[in-house]
Nanobody
Framework: QVQLVESGGGLVQPGGSLRLSCAAS????????MSWYRQASGKERELVAT????????NYGEFVKGRFFISRDNAKNTVSLQMNSLKPEDTAVYYC???????WGQGTQVTVSS
């Protein structure tokens, strides 16, 4: 079955960086677009970034503004999210999603605080 396992979350100071990874299995990864979402406490889940199956096309939520970068390695079945210039408002649980079929990972907590 489809499995998505996120890693890389943690506590980081404002202005710092984190790299999240999602290990995928149970489907043909190289044929699937993938996404990252996030959900802050008390707020709705929102799209962070999406990458096409080949990796040639990406799009980002408005709030990203050049700070985050999504990438994928189809040989390793992983999708990553490099987050730079982190702000306290980026604090949230970050989820990996396979849009087709609506599959979600369990999420990884990112906390931006001094």
């Amino acid at each position: 079955q489809v499995q998505l396992v996120e890693s890389g979350g943690g506590l980081v100071q404002p202005g710092g960086s984190l790299r999240l990874s999602c290990a995928a299995s149970g489907f043909t990864f190289s044929s699937a677009a993938m996404s990252w979402y996030r959900q802050a406490s008390g707020k709705e889940r929102e799209l962070v970034a999406t990458i096409s199956a080949t990796g040639r096309s990406t799009n980002y939520g408005e709030f990203v503004k050049g700070r985050f970068f999504i990438s994928r390695d189809n040989a390793k079945n992983t999708v990553s999210l490099q987050m730079n210039s982190l702000k306290p408002e980026d604090t949230a649980v970050y989820y990996c999603k396979k849009p087709t079929g609506n599959y979600w990972g369990q999420g990884t907590q990112v906390t931006v605080s001094s």
